[in-house]
C-alpha cells in the first residue's frame, strides 16, 4: 500500500509488507481521517468497506452506494428479500438497523431454504445473526437475547427485556461491528473512524480483538485519537500523523520506530499531545502525583508511570528519540532517601527531584501551609507556625528512626555499588567483600545523620526537615488541615487542588512555592 506524499519532500517510508492492520493516530485537528482518504484513493474501491460508529448511528441511507458497501447490500435486499421486498417500504432510518434488518432477513431466507431443502428435518445450519448474537453475549455476559416474531429483544441481570433501540450507544456499536464485517467482501480493506467512540475502555480491546478474529482475511486501517484504544493494537502498524497541507495533498508524518522501549499505552498518550511530556510517579487516579502536578505544570501533558524507575527509563528513552518526534521530555520522581550525589545525577539526567522527602511533603511547604490558610480567612502565621511545631516535635520523637532508614539506604546503595564488578573466581569475590562492614561503617553512618538531623532541629530548619522526614502520616498529625481551615486531610489536599484549578491568586502562590521546591 502506497504512502501519501510527506509535507517535507522526503521520500514516503515504505509500509512494511508484513503489516497487518494499521493504525493512524494523531491529534484532533491533524487531518488522521484526510491521510486515511489519501491512503485509499488508488484502491480497488470495491473492496474498501468503511465503518463508521455515527454513521451506523446516525447515518441516512444511501441509495447510490457501492454494492459491496452495507447500504448497497440492503437495496439489494429490499429489491429481493421476501421479508424487506415491498412497494412503499422505507429504508430504517440508521445504518445499524438498516443491518438488523438485513441480519434478519438473511435468516428468513435461510430458514425458507432450509424447509425446502431438507423438508425442515434435523438442525438449521448456524445463521450470520445467530453468530453476531453469541458474540454480542459474551462481551456482555449479564444480557440476554430473545427472539420474539422476527424482532429481538434483549435481557437484563434482573430479567427485564427492552427492544434493541434500548440499548446503549456502545451496546448497539458492538453488535453493528460484528455483523458488519462479516458482510465485508473477501479480502477487503475496512477503514474504521473513531473505533473506540462509546465504547467503554474495559470491553475496547475484547470487541476489537473478537471483530478482526471473525475477518483474518481482511486488514483493518483505524484513525483515532483514542489512547485507550490505541494501547489495545500493539500489534499493528503505527503511523503519527501531525499535521497536512490545506489542500490534504500531503502530510507531515512518519511510522513509529518498531523497536521503542516504551510501552503502546505510553507512547501513545505522549503523540496525542503536542505539548512537552512530564512523567511521575504514582498512578493515573488515585496518586496525589497524578492529581497536582498536571495543576503546576500545565503547559506539560503528564503521564503517570507508578515506580520511579520507570519514570528514570522513560525519560531516558524518550530523550533519546528526540530525533524522530521533537517533543521535550523530563520526570519528577521523590526524594526519598537519595544522597546530594544521586539528586544531581537525576537532575542532569532532566529527571527532577524536590527539595522535600515525598510528594506529601510538598504539601506542608510554608508558603503553602500559609496560602491555604490565607484562602480559608485564618491567620496564615499562626497556622504555620503551629504547624511548624507539630511537624518539628514529631521529627524529635522519630529522630533515631529516621537516621537508620537513611543508614539502611546508604548502606544498600554501597553494598549495590561495592558488588558491581568484575570477578576472576568466587576468591577473589571474597577478599572484596571480607571488609565490607568495615568499609561501610553503619554505624558511624547512623551517628553522623543523627548529628545532622539534631542540627536541624537546634537551628529550627523547618525547610531541611521536609527534605529528610519520610513520614505518611505527617498531614494528619501535624493537624495542618484544621489549622488551616479545611477539617480533615483529605478536605486540605482538596482545598489546594481546587485553589489551583481556580488559577487565581492563591493558585499562582501555589505554584511558586512548588516549583521552587523542584528547583524550578
Not at 291 to 315: N, W
Not at 483 to 499: E, M, P, R, V
Request: proline share 5%; with cysteine; glycine share 6%.
Amino acid at each position: 500500500m502506497l504512502l501519501p506524499p510527506r509535507l517535507d519532500g522526503k521520500p514516503a517510508p515504505v509500509l512494511p509488507g508484513s503489516a497487518g492492520q494499521l493504525l493512524v493516530i494523531g491529534a484532533n485537528g491533524s487531518g488522521k481521517s484526510r491521510f486515511v482518504d489519501r491512503l485509499l484513493a488508488d484502491a480497488d474501491q470495491s473492496k474498501v468497506f468503511p465503518l463508521s460508529p455515527l454513521k451506523a448511528l446516525f447515518g441516512a441511507f444511501d441509495r447510490d452506494a457501492s454494492p459491496a458497501s452495507l447500504d448497497g447490500q440492503f437495496a439489494l435486499a429490499m429489491a429481493e428479500s421476501p421479508l424487506l421486498h415491498g412497494g412503499g417500504w422505507t429504508a430504517p432510518a440508521t445504518q445499524f438497523e438498516r443491518l438488523v434488518a438485513l441480519m434478519i432477513s438473511e435468516e428468513v431466507v435461510n430458514l425458507l431454504k432450509f424447509k425446502v431443502e431438507c423438508g425442515g428435518k434435523g438442525d438449521m445450519p448456524e445463521t450470520m445473526i445467530d453468530r453476531v448474537l453469541a458474540m454480542w453475549q459474551e462481551i456482555f455476559p449479564d444480557n440476554g437475547v430473545l427472539r420474539s416474531g422476527g424482532e429481538l429483544l434483549f435481557t437484563d441481570r434482573s430479567g427485564a427485556s427492552r427492544p434493541r433501540m434500548k440499548l446503549s450507544a456502545g451496546e448497539k456499536l458492538v453488535l453493528y461491528y460484528l455483523g458488519a464485517v462479516l458482510h465485508a467482501p473477501a479480502e477487503a480493506i475496512i477503514p474504521v473512524d473513531s473505533p473506540g467512540m462509546f465504547l467503554h475502555p474495559s470491553t475496547m480491546r475484547l470487541v476489537w480483538d473478537r471483530v478482526e478474529a471473525l475477518r483474518p482475511d481482511c486488514r483493518f486501517i483505524y484513525a483515532t485519537h483514542d489512547l485507550d484504544f490505541a494501547s489495545t493494537r500493539s500489534a499493528a502498524t503505527t503511523v503519527w500523523v501531525r499535521g497536512c497541507s490545506p489542500d490534504g495533498s500531503a502530510y507531515d508524518y512518519d511510522l513509529l520506530p518498531p523497536d521503542t522501549q516504551l510501552s503502546e499505552e505510553l507512547y501513545m498518550t505522549i503523540l496525542g499531545s503536542r505539548r512537552p511530556v512530564m512523567f511521575i510517579e504514582g498512578d493515573d487516579t488515585r496518586s496525589i502525583d497524578a492529581k497536582l502536578y498536571p495543576l503546576i505544570f500545565p503547559e506539560y501533558t503528564v503521564k503517570a508511570l507508578g515506580s520511579c524507575d520507570r519514570v528514570i527509563e522513560s525519560v531516558r528513552v524518550f530523550n533519546s528519540l528526540g530525533a524522530f518526534h521533537h517533543l521535550d521530555s523530563c520526570g519528577i520522581v521523590d526524594r526519598d532517601r537519595r544522597s546530594a550525589q544521586e539528586v544531581e545525577y537525576l537532575r542532569r539526567k532532566r529527571v527532577m527531584v524536590p527539595e522535600v522527602a515525598e510528594i506529601e511533603n510538598l504539601l506542608m511547604l510554608e508558603e503553602v501551609v500559609k496560602t491555604v490558610a490565607a484562602a480559608n480567612r485564618r491567620d496564615e502565621e499562626r497556622a504555620f507556625a503551629k504547624t511548624k511545631a507539630a511537624v518539628m516535635a514529631m521529627f524529635k520523637a522519630d529522630l533515631r528512626q529516621q537516621a537508620l532508614l537513611h543508614t539502611r539506604h546508604v548502606v544498600k546503595h554501597t553494598v549495590e555499588h561495592r558488588i558491581d564488578g568484575r570477578f576472576a573466581n568466587i576468591s577473589r569475590l571474597e577478599d572484596h567483600l571480607a571488609d565490607l562492614v568495615d568499609f561501610i561503617n553503619p554505624r558511624a553512618t547512623y551517628e553522623n545523620f543523627c548529628r545532622e538531623f539534631h542540627g536541624y532541629l537546634d537551628a529550627d530548619d523547618y525547610a531541611s526537615v521536609l527534605r529528610v522526614y519520610n513520614q505518611k502520616s505527617m498531614l494528619p498529625q501535624s493537624n495542618v488541615s484544621s489549622l488551616t481551615g479545611c477539617g480533615d486531610k483529605q478536605s486540605y489536599i482538596t482545598a489546594i487542588l481546587n485553589l489551583l484549578k481556580a488559577d487565581g491568586s492563591h493558585a499562582a502562590r501555589l505554584r511558586s512555592a512548588i516549583r521552587s521546591a523542584l528547583g524550578l
